[in-house]
Each structure stands twice: as structure tokens, then as C-alpha cells.
């Protein structure tokens, strides 16, 4: 059952610095939710063994509670705390923490993350993030630190304080501001040898250790909510603009709003030069202005399916999934 929306509060902006760090970690010690950057997207954090606290978290967002969060913490000896590896967990942790990957694992029993964390489940997902501002918050709060994206459930992402307060203004405290976010996606999550959600650590970056490729959009629902919420970020619909988005455009309708990449010029661009990486960076910043454009409805041009494109295009088909 969902928990009532937060009451209207002031939602203050701080930039990045020790003031605002030390504000955000007395509002978790309080058991508040706070936004942060991280490499990926801004997350909402809390205590991630505060259940209340992560309550909070799910009534900003209005979150499902069948969703489960990805915990932060804030290097590979913290991690082992909470969570069982194996040889290849240890191994894709040595490559690439601090950074965008998010592994699932067992949950070691009795180690005081809230269920409402794991939404019930025997793994946890958790990451080792390289962002400063979360990296602060982290060493400062001295908690693990339960964050999804910071903005209302299902809408699109954000990589911008301003994004930010439009999504959440009124329902949290503080947001913490350090700018435009350098992946523009969020992390990738592997459980095993299998990517569940593409990210930043590409299929090609993982293919040395012998993991798969997501499914496509779809398999998992297939079978039903249970098998839909092995990890966060697999809800068919997702990172989802207000108006309706078509894919793989080449040219605008009248009332579309044209987000173009590589030759395919549009009202903006993700990379006139077909940086795949650069498009990642700037996608939820795109569908934000779309969003909020005088169009009815936005179309966006094809992108690669290699490398980070493989990212891109999954949040794509789910910003396009309609119920």
C-alpha cells in the first residue's frame, strides 16, 4: 500500500559545498529525504536503514512500493558489509567502482537495511558512486544511502537541480546543486552474468566477463509483476515525458517537437556529431524542454544501438510505452 504524499514544505536550493553538505546530512540523520547529484542522474537519498526514511523517499515519488531501491555506499569493503559476492561480483566491482554499475546480490541477513529497500526481496542493489556530492553525503551521513532518481515516479529523469525542483518542489527539503550531470543515464545493473538495465558501463565494457545482454523491453512483464521487480528501473513504462513520444523519426510532424542526433536535425539535438556519449549526457535534459515545448507530442530521431546507444534507446522504449 502506497503512503500518503508529503505535505507541501519549502524546497531550498544549495549549491555544491560544505555548508550544503552538512545541511543534507543533518536533514538524513533526521530521517529526511534529500536530492544529489551522481555521475548518473539526481538521486532522492535517505538512510537506507531508516525504514521511515525510505518511506519518505516512496512518498515523494509517489514510487510503488514493489519497486526496489539501489543502495549507495562508499567503496567495495562497505559494500561486502551488506551484501554477498562472488569471484565475479569482485571482480566487475574491481573494474568499475567508483562509477555507473550497480550489481544485485544476496542480502546478508540481519545487517539493518529496511525491507522496504530490497521491497521485500533476498538481494540488494547496490553501487559505489564516483560523484562528489554523493560521495560526500555518504562519508558525512554515515549511513548507506538508499536513492532512486530524484523526481516523481515514472517521469523523466533528472540531470539538473532544476529538473529537480520542478518534478519534487514542495514535497522535499533540500536539493543539493553541482551542476549537469556527466552520464545523463543511469547506472547499468547486472545481477549474475545479466544486464537487466543497459547504462553508462556498456555491453561491450562487460563483455570480457562473460555477461549478457538485457532482455528486450517486454520479457520480463511477460510473466507478471514478479517477475518484473528483480531490480529498479524495469517497469515497462518509464522515464516517461507528459506527452507522446515517437521513436526513430527522420522528420517532424507539425506539432512534434523534434529532438534530432547526427544528421537528423531537429528543435535540439543530442549530438550533431553522432556522439553516442554526448546524447546520453544531454537525453533527459532533451525530453525536459520537449516536455515542456508548445508542441503536443515529441519525435526523436534513430540512435545506434552500439555502446552507450544501447542505454539510450531502452530509456527511449519505456519513455514511449504507454499502458
Not at 560523484?131 to 554515515?142: D, F, Q, V, W, Y
Not at 532518481?149 to 539538473?160: D, L, Y
Not at 570480457?208 to 520480463?220: E, I, S, V, W, Y
Request: charged share 20%; no cysteine; glycine share 8%.
Amino acid at each position: 500500500m502506497m503512503t500518503a504524499p508529503n505535505p507541501p514544505m519549502q524546497t531550498r536550493t544549495l549549491p555544491y559545498g560544505a555548508v550544503a553538505i552538512a545541511e543534507a546530512a543533518a536533514l538524513i540523520r533526521a530521517g529526511q529525504p534529500v536530492a544529489i547529484p551522481t555521475e548518473t542522474v539526481y538521486g532522492l537519498a535517505a538512510d537506507a536503514t531508516d525504514s521511515g526514511a525510505v518511506a519518505r523517499i516512496y512518498a515523494a515519488k509517489g514510487r510503488p512500493s514493489f519497486n526496489p531501491l539501489i543502495v549507495h555506499v562508499l567503496d567495495l569493503a562497505a559494500a561486502e558489509r551488506i551484501a554477498v559476492f562472488d569471484a565475479t561480483a569482485r571482480a566487475l566491482a574491481a573494474a568499475f567502482w567508483p562509477g555507473p554499475l550497480t550489481l544485485v546480490l544476496p542480502l546478508r541477513p540481519d545487517v539493518g537495511i529496511a525491507s522496504l529497500v530490497t521491497a521485500g526481496l533476498d538481494t540488494i542493489a547496490i553501487r559505489v558512486p564516483a560523484h562528489r556530492a554523493m560521495r560526500a553525503l555518504i562519508a558525512a551521513a554515515g549511513v548507506p544511502l538508499a536513492a532512486p532518481s530524484a523526481n516523481a515516479s515514472g517521469a523523466i529523469s533528472p540531470t539538473r537541480a532544476a529538473h529537480v525542483v520542478a518534478s519534487l518542489g514542495g514535497r522535499i527539503a533540500l536539493v543539493v546543486d553541482d551542476g549537469a550531470t556527466a552520464a545523463g543515464v543511469e547506472s547499468t545493473i547486472v545481477a549474475g552474468l545479466e544486464v537487466l538495465r543497459p547504462g553508462p558501463v556498456t555491453a561491450e565494457d562487460l563483455a570480457r566477463f562473460g555477461t549478457l545482454a538485457a532482455p528486450p523491453l517486454g520479457k520480463r512483464e511477460e510473466d507478471g509483476a514478479a517477475a518484473i521487480v528483480t531490480a529498479p528501473g524495469q517497469l515497462a513504462s518509464h522515464y516517461a515525458p507528459r506527452k507522446p513520444l515517437r521513436l526513430n523519426a527522420t522528420e517532424a510532424a507539425e506539432d512534434e517537437y523534434l529532438i534530432g542526433f547526427g544528421a537528423v536535425a531537429g528543435d535540439a539535438t543530442l549530438s550533431t556529431q553522432g556522439d553516442l556519449t554526448e546524447a546520453a549526457a544531454r537525453l533527459f535534459d532533451a525530453l525536459h524542454q520537449a516536455d515542456a515545448s508548445d508542441r503536443s507530442r515529441i519525435a526523436i530521431a534513430p540512435i545506434p544501438q552500439t555502446g552507450i546507444g544501447a542505454a539510450i534507446n531502452d530509456r527511449l522504449r519505456r519513455a514511449a510505452h504507454r499502458d
